[in-house]
């Protein structure tokens, strides 16, 4: 989720944990406890700031180890000794608890995103990504202010934010019900279909389409249940070309290889260079891909400019790639 849903939900989970009779009898593990939560929210996210080193790191490497399986018994450790070494605490174990609740439900309602998380590292590096919340949900965001807003007229933290995460519950199993309708759909649309990714929009009955078939790759959209086939794409292998084996050694596309599960390829040959782009099909936004990996090499295939992130021009990535025009 972004970094404004992980504040609320960590608001939340500090409201919450005051139906914990420890907590309820204490003010001041009440309020260490809800800035444990607050930071709980957010530390797996810390790996953003990878971002400030180049992209390749920020994609190969964001939601990686952070989220990981390691990482949910790091977190609450550090933060719990970080908040008992500046706050009189006087019971360690609940804060540690709520803590780990709020480190795990960070990494949790990530895995329902496109985008994912490596959640089950240190066993596999596989990608969880559920595909059926958008990154920013304006229900769920929208719940949360409202349950905040309610506090501040007197409501109980505990029960408000209680109630409301019971709603939640029901909406994500309204999300599912509307993806496993639209899955089917697709399964009715298109013969041989090997793997369908969904990626929620902001509309709720709008969604992005990367549906991958035994001999092309299909993008489409899902709205108001009809399904509309936007490109179709000629499924081929990538072959054993000079460039594209010299290319894949290249930082940039390593990550967005490491990253991307459905993409297409392709090799322009100029007078003085190569470029190869891999291109991923899962963003598709008003007829262009944002999300690219291009390599460029000279004549004796050794790189001479990379670029690997998330364009809306070819402009601007011509400026990103800074050497060779294309």
């Not at 934010?161 to 019900?177: K, S």
């Not at 249940?225 to 072959?239: M, N, Q, S, V, Y």
């Amino acid at each position: 989720m972004d970094t404004g849903t992980h504040i609320v939900m960590g608001v939340a989970l500090g409201s919450i944990a005051t139906l914990d009779p420890v907590i309820a009898h204490d003010p001041a593990l009440a309020q260490a406890v809800l800035i444990g939560t607050l930071i709980g929210s957010q530390a797996p996210d810390l790996d953003t700031v990878l971002k400030l080193k180049n992209n390749a790191k920020y994609i190969r490497n964001h939601r990686g180890i952070t989220h990981s399986i390691p990482a949910l018994l790091i977190w609450p450790l550090l933060i719990t000794g970080v908040i008992a070494h500046f706050y009189p605490i006087s019971n360690m174990f609940h804060l540690w608890i709520w803590i780990s609740i709020a480190v795990f439900f960070h990494v949790f309602v990530d895995i329902f995103n496109a985008y994912g998380t490596q959640a089950l590292r240190p066993f596999t590096k596989k990608w969880v990504a559920l595909g059926v919340i958008n990154t920013f949900d304006p229900a769920i965001f929208g719940m949360h202010l409202a349950g905040i807003g309610l506090l501040f007229l007197g409501a109980h933290p505990g029960y408000t934010f209680l109630a409301i995460y019971v709603l939640l519950v029901g909406y994500y199993i309204i999300r599912f019900r509307q993806q496993a309708m639209i899955k089917k759909a697709v399964m009715e649309t298109i013969p041989h279909v090997e793997q369908i990714i969904t990626v929620p929009t902001l509309r709720f009955r709008e969604w992005h389409l990367a549906i991958t078939a035994k001999d092309h790759f299909f993008v489409g959209r899902a709205k108001n249940g009809a399904i509309h086939i936007l490109d179709t794409f000629e499924r081929c292998p990538i072959p054993s070309h000079p460039a594209i084996e010299a290319a894949k050694k290249d930082e940039n596309l390593a990550a967005f290889l490491s990253f991307s599960p459905v993409y297409r390829w392709e090799v322009n040959e100029y007078s003085d260079h190569y470029e190869v782009r891999f291109t991923d099909l899962r963003y598709r936004n008003k007829g262009y891909y944002p999300f690219v990996a291009v390599v460029q090499l000279d004549r004796h295939f050794h790189v001479v400019s990379s670029y690997t992130g998330w364009i809306f021009s070819e402009g601007k990535l011509r400026k990103k790639l800074e050497l060779i025009p294309g």
